[in-house]
């Protein structure tokens, strides 16, 4: 079936650097991919997506790149802060899910002061 | 609270035990989701309700049974549970499942210990 891994499980950046979570699918036709973080003891929400018909899209200090021939998609966060430390969860909308979301196992991203 | 709403937030259960877990969105979205989120898993899809109707039945264990008597609410009726099924039971909604591509917004949760 339709698979995501994500990668790295656990990340660990001073404040200021930035980070880098890679994201890789089984399914060419998803069309859809976004990103979700979850604070500790908090629901999972979204932070940034990306369609199928684009190549990256940024927002302030996040941004997704999407590589439609490698099958992978990445999340970039620049100028980390503290209050990024959360784990983050990518997924993919494969066509024949019907409308089902594909999550990735997570990365936990601690940020150093 | 607005958006999705889960009650209850914490649930400590026997495994002799029947209980619910209430899910409802207030946006006016039309499908609703189960997910199970366990240490060290992806979230995994439990079940999907689009226009009130179950679309998704992700190999769930019959000792969860979901219910959707409208649009707006959800439920997970839950019975001689295991140790296992400890987790984070989420809710989600969304609009447009079909056209696929939509935004989940997620519930807080109701954090489930099986004793």
């Known amino acids: 079936g339709e698979n995501v891994e994500q990668h790295p499980s656990t990340l660990s950046v001073q404040e200021g650097d930035s980070a880098v979570i890679k994201c890789t699918y089984s399914d060419s036709a998803s069309n859809y991919f976004p990103w979700y973080k979850q604070e500790l003891g908090k629901r999972p929400q979204l932070i940034i997506d990306i369609r199928s018909n684009v190549g990256e899209k940024k927002d302030q200090r996040i941004a997704v790149t999407l590589n439609k021939t490698a099958k992978h998609f990445s999340l970039h966060i620049t100028e980390t802060q503290p209050e990024d430390s959360a784990v983050y969860f990518c997924a993919a909308l494969p066509i024949r899910s019907q409308g089902n979301l594909i999550f990735g196992k997570g990365t936990k991203l601690s940020v150093k002061p | 609270e607005t958006g999705v709403t889960q009650t209850p937030r914490h649930l400590v259960m026997g495994m002799t035990n029947k209980k619910s877990l209430k899910c409802e969105q207030h946006l006016g979205h039309n499908a609703m989701y189960w997910y199970k989120q366990s240490a060290k898993k992806p979230l995994e899809l439990m079940f999907v309700?689009?226009?009130?109707?179950?679309?998704e039945n992700n190999s769930v264990p019959s000792r969860f049974s979901p219910e959707c008597p409208n649009s707006s609410h959800l439920f997970l009726h839950l019975h001689t549970l295991q140790p296992e099924d400890s987790a984070l039971y989420l809710c989600?909604?969304?609009?447009?499942?079909?056209?696929?591509?939509?935004?989940?917004?997620f519930g807080p949760g109701t954090r489930l210990t099986v004793t």
């Open positions: 989600a909604s969304s609009q447009e499942r079909l056209a696929g591509g939509y935004e989940q917004y």
């Open positions: 309700y689009s226009l009130e109707e179950r679309v």
